[in-house]
């Protein structure tokens, strides 16, 4: 017979090992400044089936030109891939701030790109965050929003 805690600890191995994780949004710096290198964390949550992340892309756009769900100024991708699919915790990547980028408030966006499930169907999710361009100061962070996918 095995004891309740060897039961036990092989479940939470098992459910270890096939734990699954998709990215949900990211978090950013409230304030950064031009010509800066700003560090973004990418989010997971816990998800039922296999995802195969494949990049995540970010644009930076100044508030009074914005149109939700376009990048804007390109800033950087983060290919993800097998390392950085399913993964539960965040995702460290920095990106940098144009020195041409205009002084105020702006929109950071993020597009998403994964794969789903066993039949691997692509799926896009776009992220938002509003920041301030100008200021040192990197810290607090906000939280992004998804855009909603159109019908």
Not at 104 to 124: C, E
Request: hydrophobic share 40%; aromatic share 10%; no cysteine.
């Amino acid at each position: 017979m095995h004891s309740t805690t060897t039961l036990l600890t092989a479940a939470a191995t098992l459910l270890a090992s096939t734990a699954q994780a998709r990215i949900v949004g990211f978090y950013a710096p409230q304030n950064a400044a031009p010509n800066a290198d700003v560090k973004i964390e990418i989010f997971t949550e816990g998800y039922p089936q296999t995802i195969n992340d494949v990049a995540i892309s970010f644009g930076l756009t100044p508030l009074e030109s914005l149109f939700m769900g376009s990048l804007g100024t390109y800033v950087s991708t983060k290919a993800l891939g097998p390392d950085f699919s399913n993964v539960d915790g965040n995702i460290t990547h920095i990106i940098h701030i144009p020195a041409t980028f205009p002084v105020g408030p702006a929109v950071l966006q993020a597009s998403h790109f994964s794969l789903t499930g066993a039949s691997s169907t692509p799926a896009t999710e776009i992220y938002y965050a509003n920041v301030t361009i100008g200021a040192g100061n990197q810290f607090p962070y906000t939280t992004s929003a998804r855009i909603p996918n159109p019908m």
